[in-house]
């Protein structure tokens, strides 16, 4: 089963990277792989992304500032976001803003799988990917 939706991966850290690509690939779900908000936002893909699943603390940029440059596209794009260093400030302040999560790593599978489910449930079309993963 094959389907359309199309998740952005961007961390600086090739293994999580790696590890968030083979978990939407298990879900049927088309994955590209960034090292940094920019490149994501400078590439061809970016028009055609269904979710954004991002590090929260990345050498170019803060998630803050990267939820901002997402808010002004005209399409709102849900985004997951996971920390190696959690705060209960950054994460109130993620989620307020429109985040659909923040995951602490190292994060159970399931966890990300439900956080997908819940930025692509709008899109019914995508629903059956996930339904066969008790989501």
Do not use: Y
């Amino acid at each position: 089963m094959s389907c359309r939706g199309f998740i952005a991966i961007i961390d600086d850290d090739p293994m999580v990277r790696s590890s968030v690509h083979r978990l939407a690939a298990s879900l049927s779900l088309r994955a590209e792989q960034f090292s940094s908000p920019r490149e994501f936002l400078e590439s061809e893909f970016v028009s055609d992304v269904s979710c954004v699943i991002s590090d929260v603390n990345m050498p170019e940029g803060d998630a803050e500032q990267f939820l901002s440059q997402i808010a002004l596209r005209s399409v709102p794009l849900p985004i997951i976001f996971m920390t190696a260093r959690p705060s209960q400030s950054i994460c109130e302040r993620l989620l307020a803003a429109g985040a659909v999560s923040v995951l602490t790593k190292p994060f159970d599978q399931s966890d990300m799988v439900r956080s997908i489910a819940q930025a692509l449930w709008p899109r019914p079309e995508l629903s059956g990917c996930l339904t066969r993963f008790g989501v």
